[in-house]
């Protein structure tokens, strides 16, 4: 029994009762390890998609791959796009050994936002005050309000707009988190 940490050429010599002679010679080869490595963890917004590659390195074809939880492919690519943050799992196995890898897709929680509108009625000019209470804040959200009559203010603090024309106006609240998600 010979164990040989590298590839190596075994010779074996045998002689009969007469002297005679025959030589065979075997060589062992040593596989490479298997070696891969994924995409780096990521974070995707609700309903986005992320890409997950398992690069393989070293190892001995053919591969396969077997992703957890299960996707329908089998190769070492998937496009996955979880409802909340998953941790996937890959064996890769070669025809020696089997690797186990691991990436993480965390989804990006969004606040919630309620506008609270205070003094909407009222003669011109008219100052309307507008809050934006924002909930469950997870990481910094940018914000940017935009008025019917053209008005642009950056930031998510309380708008006072003044209407000097009588009519109907609107506000929109349009917010991004630090993720860069629209909420």
């Known amino acids: 029994l010979v164990t040989p940490a590298q ?3 075994y010779t074996v010599t045998v002689t009969d009762f007469n ?15 298997i070696a891969a490595t994924i995409s780096a963890d990521t974070t995707i917004c609700p309903g986005g998609t992320a890409t997950l590659v398992a ?24 496009v996955v796009s979880p409802e909340v943050s998953t941790t996937y799992l890959i064996e890769v196995s070669d025809v020696c050994q089997t690797l186990t890898l691991t990436a993480t897709v965390n989804v990006s929680q969004l606040p919630t936002i309620t506008l609270i509108p205070n003094a909407t009625t009222g003669c ?27 008005t642009v203010v950056n930031g998510c603090q309380p708008i006072m707009p003044v209407f000097t024309i009588p009519d109907c106006y609107d506000a929109t609240l349009t917010a991004t988190t630090l993720t860069g998600c629209p909420v």
């Not at 002297?19 to 390890?33: A, F, K």
């Not at 000019?125 to 019917?148: F, K, R």
């Open 7 to 9: 590839e190596e050429t």
């Open 55 to 78: 690069n393989i390195t070293s190892g001995v074809e053919p591969y396969i791959y077997n992703w957890q939880p299960p996707l329908s492919n089998m190769t070492p690519t998937a």
């Open 19 to 33: 002297g005679c002679t025959g030589d065979d010679e075997v060589t062992i080869s040593i596989n490479p390890q």
């Open 124 to 150: 011109a000019p008219h100052t309307a005050q507008i809050i934006a209470n924002i909930g469950n804040q997870i990481d910094n959200t940018s914000c940017i309000w935009t008025l019917s009559d053209g």
